[in-house]
């Protein structure tokens, strides 16, 4: 691998990255906002946030790894369980957006 396209990776990486992120709260915003998501979903959207947001962990913060590991792994699972839910038309929406 030649050094100019190693560079060229490493430097194109944090914006990808930070693209990804800022499509997929894009995403759920649009899940929570629209009225065919099922109540329950959005609840869980509601609770995934609080919980992320909140003091009170099952596991301290400042317990090594595992105090962000929880937070990771439960907000991983409502995530992906809420995923689900997004429509074609909600992912084309973003993308029409974005260009």
């Known amino acids: 691998m030649k050094k100019i396209f190693l560079w060229q990776l490493i430097k194109s990486t944090p914006l990808s990255a930070w693209r990804y992120a800022v499509t997929r709260v894009r995403l759920y915003a649009l899940l929570l906002r629209d009225p065919a998501t099922p109540l329950h979903v959005k609840g869980l959207m509601v609770v995934a946030a609080a919980y992320l947001l909140s003091p009170v962990d099952f596991i301290p913060d400042y317990v090594p790894i595992l105090g962000l590991m929880d937070d990771f792994a439960i907000l991983g699972v409502?995530?992906?369980?809420?995923?689900?839910?997004?429509?074609?038309?909600?992912?084309?929406?973003?993308n029409d957006i974005d260009m």
Do not use: G, N, P
Not at 78 to 94: G, H, N, Q
């Open 78 to 94: 409502i995530l992906s369980y809420t995923d689900r839910y997004i429509t074609d038309e909600m992912r084309a929406r973003i």
